[in-house]
């Protein structure tokens, strides 16, 4: 496949050092722990690695509402498996 004439030309000025070199893979933004988002906590509940993971990281607070015990991160896990579902307060 021929390389367009953008390419060739950005190549070359990157060869010369007039262009900078990008990463290939830009780099994601942080994650949020699991006990932080709605997503997290439903993928929690229902796979125990994942659960296991988190509780052996541990609950340090970041906000007001963060889930900071393992307790309450077992009755959150039970809640979202009894209703399939899980709503994040705001």
């Given at each position: 496949?021929a390389?367009s004439?953008?390419?060739?030309?950005?190549?070359?000025l990157?060869?010369?050092?007039?262009?900078?070199?990008?990463?290939?893979?830009?780099?994601?933004?942080?994650?949020?722990?699991?006990?932080?988002?709605?997503?997290?906590?439903?993928?929690?509940?229902f796979?125990?690695?994942?659960?296991?993971?988190?509780?052996?990281?541990?609950?340090?607070?970041r906000?007001?509402?963060?889930?900071?015990?393992?307790?309450?991160?077992e009755?959150?896990?039970a809640?979202?498996?009894?209703n399939?579902?899980?709503?994040?307060?705001?």
């Amino acid at each position: 496949m021929a390389k367009s004439t953008a390419h060739r030309l950005l190549t070359m000025l990157r060869s010369r050092g007039l262009a900078e070199e990008k990463p290939a893979i830009r780099q994601a933004k942080p994650r949020r722990p699991t006990r932080c988002s709605s997503a997290g906590k439903a993928i929690a509940a229902f796979d125990p690695a994942l659960a296991a993971a988190r509780r052996a990281a541990g609950f340090p607070p970041r906000t007001d509402t963060t889930i900071c015990t393992a307790a309450d991160f077992e009755q959150v896990l039970a809640q979202v498996r009894r209703n399939r579902l899980r709503h994040q307060p705001r």
